[in-house]
């Protein structure tokens, strides 16, 4: 079997470098190019390899001024594990009233990211 070359966009920076990894046989990056700077060799490294996602929603508020507030993960989640983590974030309510930063669920679905309310949102 023969190295599979991946095509990606760098995200990290605006530049959006068009960077190449060559993976083995083993599916191990074997080589980098297209990159300007370190950054864009360590994204593509872990995009090929572990993805991982910031999850951003909205969580049902009750008794707020909004009838929603929007949350976020407080950290990367593997990819493959969004779909869990969007299951566990439709389960959520809370009371108002919800403030910038209140942890809303701890470790979403397991995965080691608390959910953050994102905006602040004030009882009626």
Not at 82 to 110: F, R, S, Y
Request: hydrophobic share 45%.
């Amino acid at each position: 079997m023969a190295n599979q070359i991946r095509e990606l966009t760098c995200i990290r920076c605006p530049m959006g470098c068009q960077i190449q990894v060559t993976l083995n046989e083993e599916k191990e990056v074997v080589n980098i190019t297209g990159n300007t700077c370190p950054r864009g060799a360590e994204y593509a490294a872990a995009e090929v390899t572990h993805p991982m996602r910031t999850v951003t929603s909205t969580v049902k508020v009750i008794g707020g001024e909004l009838p929603v507030v929007s949350v976020k993960t407080a950290g990367d989640i593997p990819k493959d594990g969004i779909m869990a983590c969007m299951a566990a974030i439709n389960q959520v309510q809370v009371k108002a009233p919800v403030h910038i930063g209140d942890v809303l669920l701890e470790n979403a679905a397991g995965l080691g990211a608390d959910l953050v309310a994102t905006r602040d949102v004030e009882a009626i």
